[in-house]
Every structure is written in C-alpha cells, then in structure tokens.
C-alpha cells in the first residue's frame, strides 16, 4: 500500500515537473488573437513563377476555443486554405486544411505536425508529422513555423524543407474596423 502511494506520488510529480504540452502558451497567445485580420505577402520566395508571388495573403483568426483555433489563409482570391491548430495530448498540432470551393476536401489535406519543445508563447515550430510524410514524401523535412510579435502587429508563417528556406509570409494586423470587413 504505501509502495503504490509513493509510486502515485512520484509519478504525479514528474507528470507536474514535465510542465504543460509543447505550445500550450502559443496556443493561448493564438487564442488572443481571435477576431483579428493579418494581410501581407510572400517574401520568398522571390521568383514571378511561384504560385503565391505578388498575390495579396490574408490570415483570419475565425474562430477560437479551448481545443482549436481556425484561421482561413486566403491566397488572392483562392480561399481554400486554413490553418487549424489544435490541442492534444502530445502537444500543439498545426494541420493545414485544403478544400475545394464546394467545401470537399483536397486529395492533399490534413498535412502538419506537432509543436517542438523550443518554442515560446510567441514562436512556434511544428515539425512534418508521420501522416504528412506518408501523403507528401518530399515534405517528411517539412517545419512549419509561426511567429508572432510581441505587440501582435505582425505574423510571421514559414516552411523549410530539409533545412532550408521554402516560403515565408510576412503579415501585419489590419486595422480593427478593416477585420470587422
């Protein structure tokens, strides 16, 4: 009995120790967030044939709760992109959600992965997970990366692919009466 008690004990107390999950104190800074517009563009890559070059890109905090954050990524006019960050017991998950204009999914969708334990309550880094390198393996490398600034005036998102940059974002918060559009 008193073997199973220190056992209990010790076990609650390395579980306190370990501390909450990967990103939890990014995920509340998303949270925060809720409610706000960021618009911007790609800064690179910087060649005219990259499908998102010179094209307007628009992150909305849609739609916030304890468990998910929801932000539609508009590209242009193409609007089938959102990024869906979610709590799990692992820690923070980045999956990104495509779907056609009909509202069916993509052939290519649900692709992401978990929060590293680097990151910090304004900067996080998913790495691709086992699902993402299954459907996509070129993309097993893939790190996805969001970072917000400390005042919250911009976003940040970038992917590297085995180790090197792929694309960056660079986002600013629009105006209040701009995100209530």
Request: glycine share 8%; hydrophobic share 45%; proline share 7%.
């Amino acid at each position: 009995m008193i073997r199973a008690l220190l056992a209990t004990l010790a076990l609650s107390t390395a579980v306190a120790a370990a501390g909450p999950p990967p990103g939890t104190a990014f995920f509340e800074s998303l949270r925060g967030l809720c409610g706000a517009s960021f618009e911007g563009k790609s800064v690179f890559p910087t060649d005219p044939q990259d499908a998102f070059f010179g094209k307007p890109l628009v992150a909305r905090f849609a739609s916030c709760t304890a468990a998910e954050v929801r932000v539609p990524f508009q590209v242009g006019d193409d609007r089938s992109r959102t990024w869906v960050f979610t709590r799990t017991p692992a820690g923070i998950q980045l999956k990104h959600d495509h779907r056609h204009a009909d509202g069916t999914p993509d052939a290519i969708t649900d692709y992401g992965g978990l929060a590293d334990a680097l990151g910090s309550a304004l900067r996080q880094a998913f790495k691709a997970d086992a699902h993402t390198a299954t459907m996509i393996p070129a993309a097993a490398t893939n790190v996805w990366t969001i970072s917000v600034a400390t005042d919250g005036a911009t976003l940040t998102y970038s992917l590297t692919r085995d180790g090197k940059p792929r694309f960056e974002a660079l986002l600013a918060r629009a105006k209040p009466e701009q995100e209530a559009e």
